[in-house]
């Protein structure tokens, strides 16, 4: 598949996602590029979702594992002071 820039990209279908794929290009008149477009599109869509509320709650327990150690930090300077 060849888009405008002239870059390549190559997948790789399963024989009834093949078919079923034609036939839903054919009855809606769209292109084969613009059919595997919209999908990758939808794909990376939904991943960047996911990597986003991922991230979002690596951050919420960085905040929350800094706030436990901030809790901690007086114990742990008495019990170095009696080592």
């Known amino acids: 598949m060849r888009n405008n820039n002239g870059r390549i ?3 790789s279908l399963n024989r009834h996602v093949y078919k079923d794929s034609q036939s839903y290009d054919v ?8 059919s595997i477009n919209a999908v ?3 794909i990376s869509k939904k991943n960047l979702t996911i990597y986003d509320t991922l991230r979002k709650g690596y951050a919420e327990m960085s905040r929350i594992n800094l706030d436990i150690c901030n809790e901690f ?10 080592l």
């Open 9 to 11: 990209f190559k997948i």
């Open 27 to 34: 009855q809606t008149s769209i292109t084969k590029f613009n």
């Open 40 to 42: 990758v599109n939808q």
């Open 73 to 82: 930090e007086v114990c742990e300077k008495e019990v170095s002071a009696h």
